[in-house]
């Protein structure tokens, strides 16, 4: 029996059908340190393709659809869990800088929207919705409060996610062969809000300068009138 590459979506499709699905989406949605390089939308769309009868093994939609919820938020309450017991320190622990980026971004939307609001839209940004669970539980987030608002947002990630590759698999022939463009795409709108909340942080910095160097001024003037 030949090694599965996790990473590769295709393979663990191929190799263990919906429970690959299960099993990597929980690793994905709150281990932090092995689901940080782990697929996350571009397995679950792949899984929905293969539910219309794509080119591949055959998956049936219902197993998947279950599987997908069940990783989805099971994993992120296992994050959850992981940041609360370990705290702050089990986060600084770690060495790798993109992750460390990510807890820092992660704490950043929480503080800014709020714990339901940052909750349910963390998970439709990849990386971010590996690490937000964890920083969740080491920031002391009320446990109802988080359950509630993750498995809203991991049932509406993972089942919206599946239901769009099974519809489009379903109503365009032959869409599997254009597979690799699809996840590109997928994961380019994926990225939009991380990208757009990066362009919030530098326009508000900016702006926090140019009222601080006025600031400054105002000052000059008043000390050079007097």
């Known amino acids: 029996m030949h090694a599965v590459n996790p990473m590769n979506s295709a393979a663990v499709l191929s190799a263990f059908g919906a429970l690959g699905v299960l099993v990597v989406i ?6 932090i340190v092995v689901g940080f390089f782990l697929p996350g939308d571009t397995l679950l769309f792949p899984a929905g393709l293969l539910c219309s009868g794509g ?8 197993q998947v659809l279950v599987c997908a919820a069940v990783g989805a938020v ?3 309450q296992a994050g959850y869990e992981i940041g609360r017991r370990g705290g702050r320190a089990l986060l600084a622990r770690s060495s790798n800088r993109q992750l460390k980026r990510g807890i820092t971004r992660a704490e950043e939307v929480l503080a800014r929207y709020g714990y339901g609001k940052a909750i349910v839209l963390g998970r439709f940004v990849p990386m971010l919705r590996t690490v937000l669970n964890p920083v969740a539980g080491a920031l002391e987030v009320p446990a109802r409060t988080f359950l509630l608002w993750q498995a809203i947002g991991g049932v509406a990630w993972s089942q919206g996610l599946v239901l769009a590759g099974y519809a489009l698999g379903a109503s365009v022939p032959h869409v ?8 590109g795409l997928i994961v380019s709108v994926s990225l939009l809000p991380l990208v757009g909340e990066v362009a919030h942080g530098r326009r508000a910095r900016a702006a926090a300068r140019n009222t601080a160097a006025a600031a400054d001024a105002r000052e000059e003037r008043t000390g050079g009138r007097q």
Do not use: I, K
């Open 176 to 183: 599997d062969h254009y597979l690799l463009p699809l996840v």
């Open 55 to 62: 080119h591949g093994p055959h998956l049936q939609l219902g």
């Open 74 to 76: 099971t994993g992120a």
């Open 26 to 31: 929980f690793a994905e949605s709150g281990l």
